[in-house]
């Protein structure tokens, strides 16, 4: 069951990609295109890459060489797309809170910078796992994708939870799909990139990375579907009545540029 | 071999985070009663005392450098328990300001936005005086910048009143001790 071109298999490839093409139709349709036009066009693009890919895999006319170059404009597409989307979701944390909207973007870019170095170096310090360098790197663009997503996904829970941001429940969606996908992808990569593995080895890993990106499209579906439980709050009782000796005792601490907007 | 390992750790400890954070976020209570309880008083005029750099001047004159350099170690870390506790207030007021940004009253609601502003920028201004704090803790000659966490605090707690009288006049927000 575990062999690479199983019904497993198969279904792994193409049941989420499929799954990709039917979130793309909802949002479309739930009208929220305008809301997430960089998710829309990953769901799209990513989906039809993907199934490029697996048509290419299946087709005999289909040579290796010719194979891995479309592996490759997939791939590019794809993670340019990934990182549009995480823009995309960080403008619209951000976007509600100007007092800290600036000091995030200074962050990403600078976050974003560091990243690209430190999967260059890791790039440059990895052994390669194949002698064909269409192989070699396009699993070596892999790690160093994964590298710069993860780290920009991390930086943005923690950013967001460190402000206590609140989300709206698609972004909250998207960003923890994407977080799951490149956290587990990246391990993946990793070994698949620096160890030399059988390639029975490699196909596990291949199922495992398979079945994530299945889970993450339905989570994915999940948060576009279910709606937020809305929990009936009354307005918050607030303690003690000390405002009024507040006011006063402030008024005669409060530095006058304190006062200034 | 080494490479592989260190990017499974990091990817193994980035997800725990990413879910954790997750999880969290969906087993959090909505605001109400046991937020503002959490909320700690401060004594403005004791931080204010702890960061004015003219007492720093006048205590350097006053004693012994070694004494100074001691004393100004304890005026540092109670600084900096200060600004912790304005910052996890700060985190308190966010999340109590943004369930009151949905308030069908336009005044509420812009006096909710107005808090949730002021308190992300003393969240801020807390993390960088922290940081300070503990560089002026490693150099003790170096100068403390704390006044915008002070000023802020000042500022935040207008924003809270302000919401508390908006929300429920007779039982306002207190994030600052009595003097």
Known sequence: MLQAHSLLWNYLWVAPNALLLVLAVLLWRRGLSRKFPAFLAFAVLSATGQLAVFAADIAPSVTPENFWRIDWVSLLVESFLKFVVIGEIFSRVLNPYPSVGRLGKIFVSGLGGALVLLAVLAAAYSRGDSTVHLISGAHLLEQTAFIIEAGLVVFLFLFAGYFRLTWDRLSLGVLLGLGISACEHLATWGIMANAALSIHQRTLLDFLNMATYHLCVLVWLYYLLVPKKVAASAPAPLPENNLDVWNRELERLVHPRALQP | ?179
Not at chain 2, 26 to 55: C, H, K, Y
Not at chain 2, 87 to 99: E, K, P, Y
């Open chain 2, 1 to 179: 071999m080494t490479l592989a390992i260190i990017l499974v750790i990091a990817a193994a400890l980035a997800l725990i985070f990413i879910l954790g954070v997750t999880l969290s976020r969906s087993l959090q209570v909505s605001a109400g009663t046991a937020l503002a309880a959490q909320i700690q008083p401060i004594d403005v005029e004791a931080f204010r005392n702890l960061v004015d750099p003219a007492e720093d001047d006048y205590l350097r004159r006053r004693l012994p450098a070694s004494e100074f350099r001691r004393v100004r170690q304890k005026r540092l870390r109670a600084s900096a328990a200060y600004v912790r506790i304005a910052g996890r207030n700060a985190a308190i007021l966010i999340r109590m300001g943004q369930t009151a940004l949905t308030a069908n009253d336009p005044e509420t609601s812009e006096a909710a936005r107005r808090l949730v502003d002021n308190a992300l920028l003393l969240r801020r201004n807390a993390a960088f005086a922290l940081l300070r704090i503990y560089v002026a803790l490693a150099w003790p000659n170096s100068g403390l910048a704390a006044a915008p966490v002070l000023h802020g605090y000042e500022r935040l707690n207008g924003s809270a009143m302000l919401l508390g009288r908006l929300q429920n006049p007779t039982a306002p927000v207190r994030i600052s001790a009595a003097l």
